[in-house]
């Protein structure tokens, strides 16, 4: 039955209120139950599922259900990113021009070498998830523990070496950090793998900067003359041994000369005797005739005169018959 105030207006019963605002508080519920039920698991990330605290499953990137709070618990975890820990510094805002902050965290960096000299060590820690369930449940405070873990490994590795060589063997340094960080980590089940571990700086404590830097500009300057010497001798040393090979070859050439020509006048002389043994007339006039062609060649012009001839009038006009022989 439907009733009216004293104004004509419809009067509902407290009754029919009651169920509507029931009615909407169930259709709200319902809604909230049902976007609890579904979650969406991003390209990058899993989803480790707990019902009532304990882990029942991981779900892989896409569209899944479950039961709603406090039944089923979903709880993402980036597993394809990597993340970093900054040791001795820290980036304000990355970019093209990257900021850094104006605090020195010298608590962390400075560190003691194996012969007891004090150097600043900057480093970047690269790491990624590898293990979600034991990421989430086996360590409480991942990052201090990582921090704290990934400096002490640090220290314990820079005590080994010496100061200066810190600076000369950071590929080094890096490896064997990375190594001895991830065997300490899978040793604590943190689910943890290092992707990559860098020395970004190593410097000296300010109060000993100049100094040091005086010693690398003598050390540079001694490395230059050192080449610039190696150079030299470079240049220098092949060029004397090929001159020397050089005096060597004319002098081995010389002597096979002198020696083939010796050999070849014992050789003429030998086969000269010979002959003047059989026929001593003839080859004594034979040698006389060739060293006469000798002489007589090199004589230039001759003059042969009759030895029978008194007069010197034939010798007056000698010039005019010419450079000929006669």
Known sequence: MEMFDPHGRKIVSSWWQ????????????AVLLIKSCVYQVQPNEVAVVQRFGKFIRIDQPGLHFKFPYP???????LVDYIFKEEFGFRTVRAGIKTVYSERTYREESLMLTGDLNVVDVSWVVQFRVKDPVAFLFNVRDKRKNLRDISEAIMREVIGDYTFDEVFVKRLEINTLVKERLQKTLDRYKMGVLITKVLLQDVDPPDPVKPAFNEVNEAKQEKERMINEAWEVYNRKIPRAKGEAAKIIQQAEG??????NRAKGDAERFLEVLKAYRQAEDVTRKRMYLDAMEKILRQAGQKFIVDE????ILPLLNLNERGNGSK
């Open 254 to 259: 010389y002597a096979a000369e002198i020696v």
């Open 18 to 29: 009651r169920q509507g605002w029931l009615a909407i508080v169930l259709f709200v519920v």
């Open 308 to 311: 029978d001839g008194m007069s």
């Open 71 to 77: 039944i089923d618990k979903a709880t993402m975890v």
